[in-house]
């Protein structure tokens, strides 16, 4: 399977962006799939986890409230809707699918997109 992450870009604080991740090459039947970030010259970081089914939901501490992770409309897909972003949300975002472990879901997955670039900034 790869996924292909899109959606990135500029916006400035306070703003909103929606991520999206779509799965090609076989239907995902994996247990969860995850957004991760990394900012330049920092460790990528976990964003949001969801299990396939839609539930439960898992958040860094840093975007709760803020970020929402769930399953797309379109068959394959998941989203990540990122409100009120901050400029230290700036980093390349990256959707991730299967993780090697099943019960963590903050640690490393099977599957990684290319990689989407969201920029905050006035």
């Known amino acids: 399977v790869q996924l292909q992450a899109s959606g990135g870009g500029w916006m400035q604080p306070g703003g909103s962006l929606r991520l999206s991740c779509a799965a090609s090459?076989?239907?995902?039947?994996?247990?969860?799939m995850a957004w991760f970030r990394q900012a330049a010259g920092k460790e990528r970081e976990f964003v949001a986890a969801?299990?396939?089914?839609?539930?439960?939901?898992y958040y860094a501490n840093s975007v709760r409230g803020r970020f929402t992770i769930g399953r797309g409309a379109a068959k394959n897909t998941f989203y990540l809707q990122m409100n009120n972003l901050k400029p230290e949300d700036t980093a390349v975002y990256y959707c991730?699918?299967?993780?090697?472990?099943?019960?963590?879901?903050?640690?490393?997955?099977?599957?990684w997109g290319q990689g989407t670039k969201v920029t905050v900034s006035s």
């Open positions: 969801v299990r396939w089914r839609g539930s439960p939901t």
């Open positions: 090459g076989r239907t995902l039947s994996s247990s969860a």
């Open positions: 991730a699918a299967e993780p090697k472990v099943d019960g963590d879901l903050y640690g490393d997955y099977n599957t």
